[in-house]
């Protein structure tokens, strides 16, 4: 056949190589970086700790022996670099963009560690901030990695559908806080990754509870959780609760996450 652009969209011709469905093709991967697994994590709304779920899912696996990167897709609330204590600058050439490498040895690659202060506002619109993540992926020389989490934006708008779309994501997480308009969202989300086909792998409920320091009792802050029964809608299999803990917001906004400890989230990741 003549002249084939390879774009059997715009194509009607019936040719043999023709495919009805030929999809968005993902974006490449360069030939200096081998990433094997690809794990998103997201959430309906923000605040809900997605950006401290991802830093301490980065911690734990690397606990675990992996080799770990951290990809911050919320180009517009980047919170990665903070978290890890991260201040100096991404490196690069014409050729290639250096991840920045936090103390234990988690690669990560953030909008702030290319702005001149991380304090610029990125306003940018949807498909420039798109092209940003692909080229997080494509261009960053990410070497040997065994797992690399995407800290998502929240929401189910244009720049999480370039990650499904573009990332060969093997699956999410999806992070939410007990209120009842929380569900519906988290339903949203569950529902936004069935239609791109890719599994939810766990929901981690942040700020479950409070336990009181001094009695032990635990006090549901935000009402009551349906997290279970959700999770059991969709069949999920992994659920996680997290309390609401001083400790966490102290440790991320401080820096200092790597130095913190979480079992629920440790158990979490050796299952993925
Ligand atoms: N379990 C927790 N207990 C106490 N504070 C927490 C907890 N989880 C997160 N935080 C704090 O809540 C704030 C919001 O968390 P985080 O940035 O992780 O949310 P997010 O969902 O990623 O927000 P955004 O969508 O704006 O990026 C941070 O200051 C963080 O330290």
């Given at each position: 056949?003549?002249?084939?652009?390879?774009?059997?969209?715009?194509?009607?011709?019936?040719?043999d190589?023709?495919?009805?469905?030929?999809?968005?093709?993902?974006?490449?991967?360069?030939?200096?970086?081998?990433v094997?697994?690809?794990?998103?994590?997201?959430?309906?709304?923000?605040?809900?700790?997605?950006?401290?779920?991802?830093?301490?899912?980065?911690?734990?696996?690397?606990?675990?022996?992996?080799?770990?990167?951290?990809?911050?897709a919320?180009?517009?609330?980047?919170?990665?670099?903070?978290?890890?204590?991260?201040?100096?600058?991404?490196?690069?050439?014409?050729?290639?963009?250096?991840?920045?490498?936090?103390?234990?040895?988690?690669?990560?690659?953030?909008?702030?560690l290319?702005?001149?202060?991380?304090?610029?506002?990125?306003?940018?619109?949807?498909?420039?901030?798109?092209?940003?993540?692909?080229?997080?992926?494509?261009d960053?020389?990410?070497?040997?990695?065994?797992?690399?989490?995407?800290?998502?934006?929240p929401?189910?708008?244009?720049?999480?559908?370039?990650?499904?779309?573009?990332?060969?994501?093997?699956?999410?997480?999806?992070?939410?806080?007990?209120?009842?308009?929380?569900?519906?969202?988290?339903?949203?989300?569950?529902?936004?990754?069935?239609?791109?086909?890719i599994?939810?792998?766990?929901?981690?409920?942040?700020?479950?509870?409070?336990?009181?320091?001094?009695?032990?009792?635990?006090?549901?802050?935000?009402?009551?959780?349906?997290?279970?029964?959700?999770?059991?809608?969709?069949?999920?299999?992994?659920?996680?609760?997290?309390?609401?803990?001083?400790?966490?917001?102290?440790?991320?906004?401080?820096?200092?996450?790597?130095?913190?400890?979480?079992?629920?989230?440790?158990?979490?990741?050796?299952q993925?």
């Amino acid at each position: 056949m003549s002249d084939c652009n390879h774009d059997c969209g715009s194509c009607g011709v019936s040719c043999d190589e023709r495919q009805e469905n030929p999809g968005i093709q993902k974006a490449p991967m360069n030939d200096l970086s081998d990433v094997r697994k690809v794990i998103g994590i997201v959430s309906g709304k923000g605040g809900v700790g997605k950006s401290s779920v991802t830093s301490m899912l980065a911690v734990a696996a690397r606990k675990q022996g992996k080799n770990v990167a951290v990809l911050d897709a919320d180009i517009t609330g980047p919170s990665i670099p903070k978290a890890f204590g991260i201040k100096e600058r991404a490196q690069g050439n014409d050729q290639m963009i250096l991840p920045a490498v936090t103390e234990t040895g988690i690669k990560a690659m953030s909008i702030n560690l290319l702005l001149e202060n991380d304090t610029d506002p990125v306003v940018w619109r949807g498909p420039i901030l798109g092209g940003v993540v692909e080229q997080f992926w494509s261009d960053v020389t990410w070497g040997d990695v065994d797992v690399m989490f995407v800290d998502m934006p929240p929401g189910t708008g244009d720049v999480a559908l370039t990650v499904y779309q573009s990332l060969p994501v093997d699956g999410i997480i999806i992070v939410t806080s007990p209120q009842e308009l929380v569900s519906m969202i988290v339903e949203k989300a569950v529902k936004m990754a069935d239609l791109m086909e890719i599994p939810v792998l766990g929901i981690v409920e942040n700020m479950s509870y409070y336990k009181c320091p001094d009695c032990g009792k635990e006090h549901k802050i935000f009402g009551d959780s349906h997290i279970e029964d959700i999770a059991a809608t969709h069949g999920v299999k992994h659920v996680v609760k997290l309390p609401l803990d001083s400790e966490v917001a102290k440790a991320c906004d401080m820096g200092q996450i790597e130095s913190f400890a979480c079992e629920e989230i440790e158990k979490l990741a050796e299952q993925l």
